[in-house]
């Protein structure tokens, strides 16, 4: 059998594999976080592919991110499935196994070993770390980049068999379309120069063939400029990076180490993985030696096997290290610690440096490689495993977060999003339970309390909603939501004159309204004034008014 044969039959095993394993995920429902802001309430998306769309896809920002291909991708499953959640989740799926077929081609030709490259590939396909990435259609951007990624490897691999223009035109086009997808990619020229030593063995300790090769990749450490550019661009244009005043820098540094080293944990020991990690303020320094002493023991390690022929290792820690760095939370983005997301493409450099490294120390005797073959047999069984069984925990909203608050307690923003889950199913006492825990682990987050007073004011319970929207008023005179939900509660306990002035700040910016507000309010035509505002005094409609924006509300967690 020849090797296109072979690579075919490797090929669909792990195809088969991986979508026996995830076709479940196209029963999956929207999620209640970001789904909405990428498809389900967004109009261009929902409208599918026109000329139109196809402009917004190219200008926009929104979301925070200049990505138009994710958009794009988003609005050819609207065309060809419709607004259902089945169509989006296929996709990401195709794109996973797809990303998985060029993983095991690439470290095939490069490599020429076929047994490691297919291990390295189904591992990467089962891997519970990923399941976020194929069961969340917000994170298309993820899986869409990594496909890019991916094949841009595969391409590097024939670009160094075959030098010339064709290949190079290839990588950087795909280089191009994975900015356009997510900037993470922006890594791209770096985890090429590691390809470079090992396994292409490009890389000697020569200046000249040093500086070829940078020079070599000097147009795609220009593209990767341009990307980081826009992304910066983006998240400011959105206020989507967190100000030091929020998460000191030393927290920040504490949080890196302390995630690199649970990535590390969690890639071996796929346990307790959630949808949301809460970024803790003032980490434990047990903690942060722990994680300082394993990073620099691993270092250590790969060092000495090094200069021992065993490149393989340094060179995936390396790839770990460094394709993190775009989301290590330097520059914070949210009030998450990690992600599973981030996982996606940084797994492989773990993985294959820790399968060269099995096999390797298991020996060519046939013993060895039956011990290794076990091995690998275990690890994909136990990863498959595990999979089905997290994939369970996102069959819905409320069965993702409980799993969430339980996993990576204490964990603020499950409870806040369980609040909001019982809020759209009526469920306001239970609703009102978990709006309380969550602003009791994080008291300083403004957001957190206007759901909570929002839902107190919906239960009656005016009197306690109050200090709630005054403590935000106190941190954030400008708060303009804050001084309309205190006029609802003031105007719930009967004191309309002080609610008036709530209102008044609430619509500074519409003019006209609030010069006739004004005008009524000096005649002491203070009912005159509310119905102005649309406010009744009746009780249902105070209630009406408590909830509105709930079906508005986000927070941002998937960048």
């Not at 794009?72 to 060809?80: A, G, R, V, W």
Request: some cysteine.
């Amino acid at each position: 059998m020849n090797k296109g044969k072979y690579n075919l039959l490797w090929s669909t095993i792990f195809i088969g594999m991986t979508f026996a394993l995830y076709v479940g995920v196209t029963r999956f429902p929207f999620l209640i976080i970001d789904d909405q802001v990428y498809v389900t309430a967004n109009e261009h998306v929902r409208q599918g592919l026109n000329w139109e769309n196809l402009r917004w896809a190219f200008t926009t920002v929104h979301a925070e991110f200049w990505h138009p291909l994710t958009w794009l991708s988003l609005m050819l499953d609207t065309t060809l499935y419709g607004v259902t959640p089945a169509g989006y989740h296929f996709t990401n799926l195709l794109l996973h196994i797809a990303s998985a077929v060029l993983l095991f081609l690439s470290f095939d030709l490069i490599t020429r070993q076929r047994f490691r490259s297919f291990i390295l590939a189904v591992l990467f396909a089962l891997h519970p770390l990923h399941v976020e990435v194929v069961a969340w259609i917000a994170e298309r951007k993820e899986v869409l980049c990594g496909f890019f990624w991916i094949a841009a490897l595969y391409a590097y691999a024939r670009y160094v068999q075959n030098p010339g223009i064709r290949w190079y035109g290839i990588i950087t086009l795909l280089f191009i379309l994975g900015l356009m997808s997510k900037s993470m990619i922006v890594t791209l020229p770096f985890s090429l120069l590691l390809l470079d030593i090992w396994p292409l063995q490009r890389w000697q300790w020569n200046r000249k063939i040093i500086f070829e090769l940078v020079e070599e990749k000097i147009p795609l450490f220009f593209l990767s400029a341009i990307g980081i550019g826009l992304t910066i661009f983006a998240q400011q244009a959105g206020d989507g990076i967190v100000n030091f005043d929020v998460y000191s820098l030393p927290d920040r540094f504490a949080n890196v180490l302390v995630a690199y080293k649970m990535y590390v944990v969690k890639t071996f020991f796929p346990f307790n993985l959630s949808v949301f990690y809460p970024f803790r303020i003032h980490i434990p320094l047990i903690q942060t030696i722990s994680a300082i002493v394993l990073l620099i023991f691993i270092s250590a390690l790969g060092v000495i096997l090094f200069f021992r022929k065993k490149q393989y290792v340094i060179i995936g820690w390396c790839w770990f290290l460094g394709t993190l760095v775009p989301v290590s939370g330097i520059v914070k983005i949210g009030d998450f610690a990690m992600a599973d997301r981030y996982m996606y493409m940084p797994i492989v450099g773990l993985l294959f440096g820790s399968i060269w490294l099995a096999a390797d120390m298991m020996g060519d005797q046939r013993t060895g490689k039956i011990i290794f073959g076990i091995m690998c047999i275990t690890a994909i069984i136990l990863s498959g495993i595990s999979t089905h069984y997290y994939l369970l925990c996102w069959r819905d909203n409320n069965t993702l977060f409980r799993h969430a608050a339980k996993t990576a307690a204490p964990n603020f923003f499950a409870h806040n999003t369980l609040g909001h889950i019982y809020t759209s199913k009526g469920q306001m006492i239970e609703a009102e339970r978990h709006f309380q825990i969550a602003v009791s682990m994080r008291p300083d987050k403004q957001t957190l309390r206007l759901d909570l007073g929002r839902i107190l004011g919906w239960n009656g319970h005016f009197a306690e909603s109050i200090p709630q929207f005054q403590t935000v008023i106190q941190k954030n005179p400008e708060n303009l939501e804050a001084h309309y939900y205190m006029g609802l509660a003031l105007i719930g306990q009967g004191r309309r004159s002080d609610a008036l002035t709530h209102f008044i700040i609430a619509v500074k910016d519409v003019v006209d309204i609030q010069t006739a507000i004004q005008k009524r309010q000096k005649a002491g035509d203070v009912e005159g004034s509310l119905l102005l505002l649309g406010i009744s005094e009746e009780t249902t409609t105070i209630k009406k008014n408590m909830a509105r924006g709930y079906n508005h509300w986000r927070v941002h967690v998937a960048p």
